[in-house]
């Protein structure tokens, strides 16, 4: 039974978006010191290398996770290999608060994918959030001005961010329909290895295409060396771990809230990083995507 929101319970759902949003500042800062691919690619190793400890039973014969390796398989490849490869390559072209505030509307294909792929039924009420965040996203894709949208001109990396939240619905919606033992589920370190585990297998082959297709270069130094470490430990660890807690205590309905927190963190370190001040179709996206999913996730 869900608890009520207390300030702990708070606290540990507004890390995670904090995190993610330095993820994105990050990888935009090193994007020039490392392939976005590589870049996923290490980060999870380091992440894989830090759980072990942790849920290395998860790892031996007659594990639950071999048992359901296809499935396991298949969240490696839309939640390790293509959600973040797909994050990092948008921000080869474009900056992390336009890539979070695109990424906010995730709910908006989750409503699309559950619908088409999932029979789960969409109401009038989802439908009006969904129209209201989607001009959110239109906002940015057209930097404020409309007649952008007319010309079709889109950057590289806003495409490669709407290609991320559609892998991300996906990832979403099969782990909101368990296959796995309970007690497989329960212990977050081995459930989370496991994904990484077949994870790896998929952003390793995207990263070897990376370096067999284009003129691929890693700058080693101090800069991508704090940036993997932070990567690894923050938002692929510490999030995750924080972020299961919370939906643990309040609900997915409660937490899903909190996600909307990100764009605003990453405006706030873009401008302290990056420079990056936003603009003022920021904070208009930002309160339309908002807005869409207050109003679809309200009973």
């Avoid at 870049?39 to 894989?48: I, K």
């Avoid at 939906?247 to 370190?269: C, D, E, I, K």
Wanted: positive net charge.
């Amino acid at each position: 039974m869900n608890q009520r929101l207390t300030p702990a319970t708070a606290l540990l759902l507004t890390l995670p978006p904090l995190l993610w949003a330095g993820n994105a500042v990050v990888g935009r800062v090193v994007h020039e010191l490392i392939p976005p691919m590589t870049l996923n690619f290490l980060r999870w190793v380091l992440a894989f290398a830090i759980l072990l400890p942790l849920a290395w039973r998860a790892l031996r014969p007659g594990s639950s996770m071999w048992a359901h390796w296809k499935r396991l398989s298949m969240l490696g490849l839309l939640g390790i290999g293509c959600y973040n490869a797909l994050q990092y390559l948008a921000l080869q072209t474009s900056t992390p608060l336009n890539v979070t505030l695109v990424a906010s509307s995730i709910p908006v294909w989750m409503l699309g994918v559950g619908a088409v792929c999932f029979g789960r039924p969409v109401s009038r009420r989802q439908v009006a959030g969904a129209l209201l965040s989607v001009a959110g996203v239109l906002v940015v894709l057209s930097r404020g001005q409309w007649s952008l949208l007319l010309q079709v001109r889109l950057v590289p990396g806003d495409l490669y961010v709407l290609m991320a939240t559609l892998a991300w619905a996906f990832y979403s919606w099969l782990l909101s329909q368990p296959r796995e033992p309970a007690e497989f589920r329960s212990d977050w370190a081995a459930f989370l290895i496991a994904q990484i585990f077949f994870g790896l297998g998929w952003s390793g082959l995207f990263a070897a295409g990376e370096w067999a297709l284009v003129d691929a270069h890693i700058t080693w130094g101090w800069p991508l060396v704090a940036a993997l470490l932070y990567i690894a430990i923050g938002p692929a660890v510490i999030a995750y771990r924080c972020w299961g807690l919370g939906m643990q205590r309040v609900g997915p309905a409660v937490a899903g809230f909190f996600t909307n927190l990100t764009p605003l963190f990453a405006a706030l370190l873009s401008a302290a990083f990056l420079g990056e001040l936003p603009h003022l179709y920021h904070g208009l996206a930002f309160l339309l995507i908002v807005g869409g999913i207050v109003v679809s996730a309200r009973r």
